[in-house]
């Protein structure tokens, strides 16, 4: 009987790191919005705050992540660029485009939603994934209007 409580510590103590390499729980609600929004035709990266404004959000907080939504190429229509940041629930654009208008569907976010910009590729929403999947929806519910709007 000692024997078999020796072998079973021994494999517990062996198995005990691997315990490491599970993902939390806040890592798998992550995976899951970054699926949904995969599925719902997004992309994520990891991207500074447009504008400089990186100060803007504490330094224990700093993964910032930004969900987009390709773009076809405007072709001789002009540079597509501007960018916007929300502070108190009102959003200002900053940037090279200082003075470029708030796109109506970016009036739709939620205080989750730090910033937005588009560029030539793509349009898109900066946040720190504190939501759900339903959250996640939102997003692409406003960044599929944006992408209509866009010539």
């Known amino acids: 009987m000692l024997n078999y409580l020796l072998i079973a510590f021994i494999v517990v103590v062996?198995?005990?790191?691997?315990?490491?390499?599970?993902?939390?729980?806040?890592?798998?609600?992550?995976?899951?919005?970054?699926?949904?929004?995969?599925?719902?035709?997004?992309?994520?990266?990891?991207?500074?705050?447009?504008?400089?404004?990186?100060?803007?959000?504490?330094?224990?907080?700093?993964?910032?992540?930004?969900?987009?939504?390709?773009?076809?190429?405007?072709?001789?229509?002009?540079?597509?660029?501007?960018?916007?940041?929300?502070?108190?629930?009102?959003?200002?654009?900053?940037?090279?485009?200082?003075?470029?208008p708030i796109p109506e569907p970016l009036l739709a976010c939620g205080a989750d939603i730090l910033a937005a910009s588009i560029d030539e590729g793509s349009c898109g929403v900066y946040w720190q994934e504190q939501g759900d999947t339903a959250t996640v929806e939102e997003i692409r519910t406003i960044l599929l209007a944006w992408a209509e709007q866009i010539p």
């Open 14 to 100: 062996a198995l005990a790191p691997l315990t490491h390499f599970l993902p939390s729980k806040r890592q798998r609600r992550q995976a899951a919005m970054r699926e949904a929004a995969a599925v719902g035709g997004l992309f994520v990266e990891f991207r500074s705050l447009p504008g400089g404004a990186a100060g803007r959000v504490p330094q224990a907080q700093q993964d910032v992540i930004y969900y987009g939504r390709r773009l076809a190429p405007s072709k001789g229509r002009g540079s597509r660029r501007g960018a916007w940041l929300q502070r108190d629930s009102e959003w200002q654009s900053v940037g090279a485009g200082a003075r470029a």
